[in-house]
């Protein structure tokens, strides 16, 4: 199986190589050539099958050329926590992301994204380094995940004051190989640093840089596991008729809804997608619009989807071949207010005893205010103690704190502040590469 990239002006490259550089030599993101497919078989016998064999079926498919026990010891290495699937209310169903060790679905991805790089690096003695901007979740993450992961260096880029202290605090502790920059913009300013410095081919050369956020395609794939994981769950369960759930993503830079998508393409039994974005709405937009017009972000109370401008956007339109209409037919796109998410947190906390973090909160508001039918499975993306002051503005009251959230607030932070600045970041890049 082979990745090809979004623009189609670079030839397409084996799973190692799309994994290790991150984004195309065109500056556009590697997608999989073609979509492979779940056997009908295996489709038809999910609610016999275990979370790790749903996993590595469903990542075999994708990287063939990786040997089956290596794949079988990545998956055991990095998916160490359940992925449980509840019923919230009658046809309302939450998918629990977050019980991974930093509390948010993107351990999923960035767990597995470390092994993987570490398997080949290991194999090549080789050392690489790693750039990541972060809106919050992902910061955490990838520190959490490549902590201590030899060969690797991780820099961490943060919007200075855009981030709670409790997602800070988790990313900028660790030290060792993890190495947090403190950036003096938005997210989309990181995020810049991050596309230009792997566009810079000294600067990659002198590094040997790639990345982690959603765009690496390593992050990706194991993305798509979890939705055909619940897929199975719910048959096992919940299953009453024919009828097939809807899957509803809270979306920001549009990789885990990306990832369902893809989980529809290969097989797995998904009626239609519902994408719910914060104020950040370029997405509901381009979908009513029909034109893409990407903007600076706002900040929101679900800030890890303040995005202004989705990177995996580009992998969907891919999908799609450019044709909205088509997109359409699959996916619908709705934006929640802040108001409406403190209201869904109260209403869901008052209807169920379920205490939902904000951008799980997007999720179920953007399921209620379409007036779903059919049995919706939202996407539960991150823990609500990690959102403590939203929950305490809508309950009036904060959820206790999981020790490993109580461990990262006690310890000191470790950062370095610079300002959005391509040439001065660049600068330190390089300094910090002959100090080692
Ligand atoms: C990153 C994140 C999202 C958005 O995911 P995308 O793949 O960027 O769309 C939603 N919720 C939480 C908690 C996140 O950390």
Redesign the pocket.
Known sequence: MKFKSVLEQSSPVDFREALCSGIAPDGSLYVPELLPSLSVEFISSLPEKSFQEIVVKTLSLFLEEMPGEALERIVRQSLTFPIPLVRLEEHLFLLEL?RGPTL???DVGARFMAQALSYYLGQEERETTILVAT????GS?VAHGFFNVSHITVYVLYPSGKISRLQEQQMTTLGGNIRAIEVEGTFDDCQKLVKQSLADRELVNARNLTTAN?INIGRLLP?ITYYVWAMAQWQKQFKQNDEKPVVV???????????AVYAKWIGTPIKGFL?ATNANDVVPEYFQAGVFTPRSSVQTY?N??D?GN?S?LARLQALYRFDVQKMKNDIQAISITDTQTLEEIKRTYERTGHVI????A?GVAAARAMNIKAPTII?S??HPA?FQEVIQLALGKEVPLPVQLQEALDKQKLSVKIPADFTVWRKALLADATTR
């Open positions: 977050f948010a679905f993107k809106s919050g979740d992902t993450a959603s993305q993503v809270p979306s920001g830079n549009f990789g885990n809804l990306t990832a994408a679900s890890a989807m995005v989705p995996n973090d904000p951008h799980t997007v996407a993306t991150a990690k």
